[in-house]
């Protein structure tokens, strides 16, 4: 099982030309071209995932469908936060299994039975400096996933940094010496699209 750091910091669009320079000034560079990402994130009557990690609870999941570039082509994804670390068990689905699974729902070991509640949208693109991968996404929408509530955020540039060398800790906060921030475009989506107090009710329709 590989486990691997990932950091979070909260950037605004209008400090792109600022990071990019950094990372380049830093020799980095770009690792795969920009994509735009779509993820459809499950949970279960109680909204368990969102407030496990809302609470920072361990070990904790978040359960989602990814597609990138509107291809029909999908990754069910599981991406578990534990004491060691994080990893993520990944699943290639095709367009019927997908269609199945946000009809139909899916079943956890530990939520118990979850349907999709929210899809998040944006565009990544992804740069490399040394060990450390970068990736900045932007222009994110937040939608219900069977409502017509969506909310968009052009003004938000977030950068997270991963590695998979935990020996790299050190060099990665010298390297890169911004405010990390905890940040979940899952939670970000459930507060902005249902509100902190009332997200419960998308289940009691």
């Known amino acids: ?75 069910f994804e599981i991406k578990i936060t534990s004491n060691e ?33 929210i899809e998040v949208g944006y565009i990544r693109e992804y740069f490399k400096i040394g060990e450390l991968r970068l990736t900045l996404d932007y222009q994110i929408k937040y939608k219900s996933y069977n409502g017509n509530s969506s909310i968009y955020d052009n003004e938000s540039l977030i950068l997270e940094i991963k590695t998979n060398n935990l020996n790299t800790i050190d060099e990665q906060y010298k390297l890169i010496p911004m405010q990390r921030n905890r940040f979940s475009k899952y939670c970000q989506g459930i507060e902005n699209i249902f509100g902190k107090t009332h997200f419960q009710r998308y289940f009691q329709r």
């Open 85 to 117: 670390g994080k990893f993520k068990k990944s699943l290639k689905i095709d367009e019927l299994n997908f269609s199945k699974k946000v009809k139909d729902g899916v079943f956890d070991t530990s939520y118990g039975f979850c349907r999709p509640v």
């Open 1 to 75: 099982m590989s486990f691997r750091i990932e950091e979070k910091i909260i950037l605004k669009r209008s400090d792109n030309f600022k990071i990019k320079n950094f990372i380049f000034k830093n020799n980095g560079k770009v690792l795969y071209p920009k994509r735009k990402i779509s993820s459809v994130y499950f949970d279960n009557k109680h909204f368990q995932s969102f407030n496990d990690s809302e609470e920072g609870c361990v070990p904790r999941k978040k359960i989602r469908i990814r597609n990138y570039n509107n291809l029909s082509k999908y990754l």
